[in-house]
């Protein structure tokens, strides 16, 4: 459809609206293809040689879980050859992802194959048959139009009946469409049933663990929580209860514990970055906001202060800690069976019963869990959920300005001609130019702008309710995908449309009635001539695509920028040891543009073919260099065993119905008259038949994918008659679903080791290098703590922790919690998941010993032979040297508070390597005693009679029975409120 709106010479107002009207201009249609093509081509052939070239000498960036992952989780081996990274690649199969990368990956892998399959058998489909309809049926019209104009439907007859080839094209796109979702359905309950049976979900807490929201106050209490598990009747044992405590303002605390620490980390190494020259002028900063003891804005000596702050802090977050009991209990609680079995049925038949109101859902692991949501009631969740919406509808239509611009004139340039007299002239003057520009500029800073767009979305997601991370991002993934293809669609393709629309209708209604001028100006086909008028550009946007899956393969933003911040911005210690780690995948955001891409194609592949060979390719190439990034790069922070799947589903049956929109559309603008009326009805049931797919799909595979067992568990005799033996005690369920702020170690400010002998210039408070520290007034009472590596010499400095320079990486802090839980998975890629339960030995490990001062790990031999990749070969599961699964114990009644952190300017029982991240304290100084003794596994098991703590031969420590843990009494429930509440004698 043509502009309708007549301008004056000079009249720039009159021109903007018409260029609102018709933005799309045609003429550079078969350039810009081109130029799109070439430019996107050959970056992508140039950074994937980039990539080629610098992958063998740099595996911090290009293989970073290979140097660091155990040998369960380490990648297949890479040759240091130029494409000696494709070869493992291609050998890698499904079953070998889901060993080494998670479950989460795995299905990720199967979803980009699933599309590049579907865009495959959709490309033969549509290419096939629509293309040669458009050429062959076009009317005389269409010669001397563009090639890529000729593609459309543009100039087909209307009372046509070729138009039958698109209502047959659009049952075949959804036949195809359907197919590939329901294999890949069921593949994915296979994998979804293994993952059940796999020994890692068998031994996880989680598994067998229920999580209750919404408890009614008189029923806060772990009886009140096995009270409401009863009333569903699902099984006849009982479970293990523990109620939430309330934990006050300690996650503020510890926020701003951080947060101070991380400050004065930056300060130091902005100061001490020549240790030769120090600046004239020390430090500066602002007090905080809750210190009260300053005025507001003051400034202050930031080293001193800070110090200060820190400890501080740590003494407010020891009272908090110390004070933490179950007279205030939360509105949540967890349950624990001893069989995963008895845990699932509980939870599928509580589904839809709500037992006093409450919500019983399976327990996420527990760093899974965003603990300050747990505590919402329904009516402040939906409120959240609410205002949270309104934020993104918000944000959505602030964006349709700056969108529709984009649209109007950077997608096509003549249009700013139109307006800019000097600037048609040198548009007109360089027109190969200017194409290569529109090709690129207008896709790139769309890009470049939704860059950044899932963190605006997570940022607002945070505080909407989700009681978990992996929803939380799963509800990223659909905002972003609803925010896509509104702007995109909605807007972007279609604004020009409606407007041009209603303009000819005002322009029209002068002369004539509105119903008359309404039929007149055939809004159906003015839609139809917009759509076939901006494909060009989505066809030119999604082969920018092939650029940005290079530039992620190439990992260059990271390059560069770790480039850059280690040149010129004074990072900390910790800033080069995180920077370093394994970066978490972005699921949402990935997931996001895939479903986008995908909705896109089928917005288009009626109208413009050409979109599905160029997705098709796009998947093609992602399916493989995404599989290098799972496998060698990225981490999944967040396991969510595959939950991502039905949401993933449900987009694609919408881009599905989307694209039977379009064709309806297309039928109807060319007129129902005659036999349109039978094309639109055969089209009629195409939505019905989608819908009822996705009820069948729900009805044979959901419930396969969500519960281990459905129903009412059945025990089996033979587990019947080993239950009394086995216990488990040390699940201790009120524990491990602690809330982390109760026993997190906190962190202490890390200084390089070039720095050292700067400290007591710099900072006038206590430091372990002060001769004249004491205890109680006598100063040949204080010794320094001595590591154990190097006899003589203390373990640190105190309040600061030091780090030598070639320790600056994440290879030495790997086992550290506050590092490798970050960048790893909750330590399981390094072996040492949490929520592992291996109960019946000694020496073997439990969930939540790695946190703070309740775990001390033995520091692993640095001399032994190393593979390609610098990756001891002890770091396996089964060298994992942790101590005995009874020895991690939780504070007594809950009033222990444990060590605040290493080097605690509070004061602390312990210090540590710095350099190596190992705990050197009296703890570890007995273990070093036995270091090379035999392994507990080794010696002769205790007899059936034996006390919960026998003595070892030689009195070094007690040898704890299987099931037993410090501080239980045989045959006590850890379900009583006095067992919370009391310290026991072992």
């Known amino acids: 459809m043509t502009s309708t709106i007549t301008c004056t010479s000079g009249d720039t107002a009159c021109e903007f609206l018409s260029l609102i009207a018709t933005p799309f201009d045609n003429n550079f249609a078969t350039d810009t293809f081109f130029a799109s093509l070439g430019s996107s081509f050959g970056l992508t052939v140039a950074i994937a040689a980039l990539f080629c070239l610098l992958r063998p000498y740099n595996n911090i960036v290009y293989a970073p879980r290979a140097t660091y992952a155990d040998s369960k989780h380490a990648p297949p081996p890479v040759e240091k ?10 050998r890698t199969k499904e079953q070998q992802l889901v060993d080494k990368v998670g479950l989460d990956a795995a299905i990720f892998m199967r979803f980009t194959r699933m599309l590049r399959n579907m865009f495959l058998a959709l490309t033969i489909v549509g290419c096939g048959i629509l293309i040669p309809v458009n050429l062959l049926a076009a009317d005389s019209s269409a010669k001397g139009v563009p090639f890529f104009t000729r593609l459309t439907p543009l100039y087909l007859y209307g009372g046509s009946e070729v138009f039958w080839a698109y209502v047959v094209a659009a049952y075949m796109f959804d036949v195809i469409i359907c197919f590939f979702l329901w294999t890949n359905y069921r593949a994915v309950t296979r994998l979804r049933r293994a993952y059940f049976d796999s020994p890692e979900y068998q031994r996880s807490l989680h598994a067998r663990t229920l999580l209750l929201t919404d408890l009614p106050k008189q029923l806060r209490t772990d009886e009140g929580i096995v009270k409401i598990i009863e009333e569903v009747k699902a099984s006849n044992e009982m479970p293990r209860a523990a109620i939430a405590r309330n934990v006050k303002d300690l996650p503020e605390l510890i926020e701003e514990h951080e947060e101070t620490v991380r400050m004065l980390e930056k300060h130091l190494a902005k100061y001490l970055k020549d240790p030769n020259k120090l600046p004239s002028k020390r430090p500066l900063c602002n007090v905080s906001k809750n210190d009260k003891g300053y005025t507001k804005g003051q400034k202050v000596d930031a080293i001193e202060y800070l110090t200060a702050r820190i400890k501080e802090l740590e003494l407010e977050i020891k009272e908090v800690r110390e004070s933490v009991d179950k007279r205030n209990a939360m509105s949540y609680g967890f349950a624990s069976y001893e069989s995963i079995s008895e845990a699932h049925s509980t939870a599928y038949v509580a589904r839809k019963k709500a037992p006093e109101g409450t919500i019983v859902r399976l327990a996420p692991k527990p760093n899974d869990l965003v ?133 000819a209708v005002i322009n029209s209604s002068k002369h004539e009635s509105a119903w008359e001028a309404i039929v007149k100006n055939q809004p159906f086909k003015s839609v139809i001539i917009t759509l076939c008028g901006v494909s060009t550009y989505w066809i030119s946007w999604l082969l920018q695509r092939n650029l940005g899956a290079a530039v992620d393969l ?87 065993g595959g939950m991502f799947w039905r949401t993933l589903f449900n987009r694609v049956l919408v881009l599905a119905l989307l694209g039977n929109v379009v064709i309806a559309l297309l039928v109807v603008a060319y007129g129902i008259s005659g036999s349109h009326w039978a094309k639109l009805a055969a089209l009629g049931p195409l939505p019905f038949l989608i819908l009822g797919f996705k009820w069948y799909c729900a009805r044979t595979f959901d419930d396969q994918i969500h519960y281990y067992q459905k129903g009412k568990a059945m025990r089996d005799s033979e587990y019947m008659a080993g239950s009394e033996h086995k216990k488990r005690k040390g699940d201790r369920v009120g524990v491990r679903f602690g809330h982390p702020v109760l026993y997190k170690s906190l962190m202490t400010p890390m200084v390089s080791a070039k720095s050292q002998h700067l400290l007591k210039t710099i900072y006038s408070g206590r430091t372990s290098m002060d001769d004249s520290a004491t205890v109680a007034g006598y100063s040949d009472v204080y010794m320094d703590s001595m590591d154990a590596n190097k006899p003589g010499k203390t373990a640190g400095s105190a309040p600061f922790e030091i780090v030598d320079e070639n320790h600056m990486d994440f290879e030495h802090y790997k086992h550290r919690p506050e590092f490798g839980d970050e960048a790893g998975g909750d330590g399981e890629l390094y072996g040492h998941a949490q929520d592992i339960i291996r109960p019946g030995t000694p020496g073997t490990m439990t969930t939540m010993t790695r946190t703070g001062t309740m775990d001390t790990y033995q520091s692993r031999n640095r001399s ?76 002769p098991p205790p007899s059936e009679t034996s006390a919960p703590f026998a003595p070892t031969p030689g009195g070094y420590g007690p040898i704890r029975t299987p099931g037993s843990t410090p501080g239980e009494g045989v045959g006590e429930e850890e379900t009583s409120y006095d067992y919370f509440r009391r310290g026991r004698n072992p």
């Not at 910790?574 to 986008?596: C, T, V």
Request: charged letters at 15%.
């Open 81 to 90: 050859g130029l494409f000696g990274w494709i070869p493992p690649l291609i």
């Open 371 to 503: 603990w300050k949501n747990l505590r919402m009631t329904k009516k402040q969740r939906n409120w959240q959920n609410f205002i949270n919406n309104l934020w993104v509808v918000l944000l959505t239509f602030v964006w349709i300005a700056p969108n529709i611009l984009i649209s109007v004139f950077l997608s096509t340039l003549s249009n700013l001609g139109r307006l800019w007299p000097a600037f048609e002239t040198n548009l007109l003057a360089h027109r190969q130019w200017w194409a290569l520009v529109q090709g690129v500029a207008s896709p790139a800073i769309t890009t470049a702008v939704y860059y950044f767009l899932p963190t605006i979305f997570r940022r607002l997601c945070m505080s909407a309710g989700d009681v978990t991370k992996t929803s939380r991002e799963r509800h990223v993934m659909h905002k972003l995908y609803s925010f896509f293809v509104f702007n995109n669609l909605i807007v972007f393709s279609l604004f020009a449309a409606l407007f041009g629309y209603v303009t």
């Open 554 to 640: 190439s990992q260059l933003v990271k390059l560069i920028w770790g480039s850059i911040s280690r040149r010129f911005l004074s990072p900390t210690p910790r800033e080069l040891i995180e920077l370093s780690a394994p970066q978490p995948f972005d699921y949402a955001g990935y997931y996001n543009y895939f479903l986008f891409y995908s909705t896109v194609a089928m917005c288009f592949a009626a109208l413009q073919p050409l979109v599905l060979p160029v997705t098709a390719f796009y998947f093609f190439l992602d399916s493989f260099l995404k599989k290098y990034l799972l496998l060698y790069v990225f981490i999944t922070k967040y396991e969510s």
């Open 864 to 939: 032994e032979s190393r593979d390609a990749y610098g990756r001891s070969r002890s770091d396996s599961r089964e060298s994992d040297q942790t101590k005995a699964a009874g020895e991690t114990e939780y504070p007594r009644g809950y009033h222990q508070t444990p060590a605040l952190r290493e080097h605690s300017p509070a004061g602390s029982d312990f210090s540590t390597d710095a350099g190596r991240g190992r705990f050197t304290g009296e703890q570890d100084h007995r273990e070093s005693l036995v270091a090379s003794a035999a392994r507990m596994g080794r010696g």
